[in-house]
Each structure stands twice: as C-alpha cells, then as structure tokens.
Nanobody
Framework: VQLQASGGGLVQDGGFLRLSCAASGPPFSSYYMGWFRQAPGKEREFVSTISRNGVIKKHADSVKGRFTISRNNAMNTVYLQMNSLKPEDTAVYYC??????????????????WGQGTLVTVSS
C-alpha cells in the first residue's frame, strides 16, 4: 500500500490543522492505521492509532483531548484533527499502515507501510 500524507503547515499557538493520509493499493479497511511524529533531534514517537473499523482509537497522553484520529474506509483516507496546537507539537508527521493480526498499534515496529511525512510547525 502507498500512503500520501498532506495538510501540514505553519500555524500559531492554539491553532488547528487537519492532516490527511490517502492510501492506494490493497483494501484500505484491511489495515489499522496510525500517526507518528518526529521533532528535530528527537526520536519518532507515537501520536494516534485507529482500528480497521474505526471503533478503537488510542492517543498518546501528550495529545489526548486535543487530537482526534478518524478514518473513512470508503475514501481510503485516515485523518488527524489537531486542535489547541502547541509549539511542542512541531514535527514531521507520518501516517502508517499495519496489517498484522492486531487491532491497532502504538509502536512503530508494528507498522508495515509509511507515508512520506508532512511538516507541522507551530509558532509561539
């Protein structure tokens, strides 16, 4: 599967953005999906994950209550709605798809395919 992330940009502290990740290839609904991010000089970290049917959603504590992951299987797209953005949210955001027999994944090792990343910059 190929993943194309979009929606990043420059936003002020307290602002919002919506990231999208469009998938092409095998049936999108056969993958659980996730978002990760990597800030300059830091390791890639888990942000959010969603199960194949969209029922199970998990978010990192650092974004809980501010970010929401969702998916539209008919559109082969997963979204990340990011509200109340903070400067510490500045990072390259990556979407990922996993196909192992799990409902969702919070570790980068549980994903098989990665998008190219989209840069989110939050100014103070």
């Amino acid at each position: 599967v190929q993943l194309q992330a979009s929606g990043g940009g420059l936003v002020q502290d307290g602002g919002f953005l919506r990231l999208s990740c469009a998938a092409s290839g095998p049936p999108f609904s056969s993958y659980y999906m996730g978002w990760f991010r990597q800030a300059p000089g830091k390791e890639r970290e888990f942000v959010s994950t969603i199960s194949r049917n969209g029922v199970i959603k998990k978010h990192a504590d650092s974004v809980k209550g501010r970010f929401t992951i969702s998916r539209n299987n008919a559109m082969n797209t997963v979204y990340l709605q990011m509200n109340s953005l903070k400067p510490e949210d500045t990072a390259v955001y990556y979407c990922a798809a996993g196909k192992v027999s799990a409902s969702y994944g919070t570790g980068s090792g549980s994903y098989d395919y990665w998008g190219q990343g989209t840069l989110v910059t939050v100014s103070s």
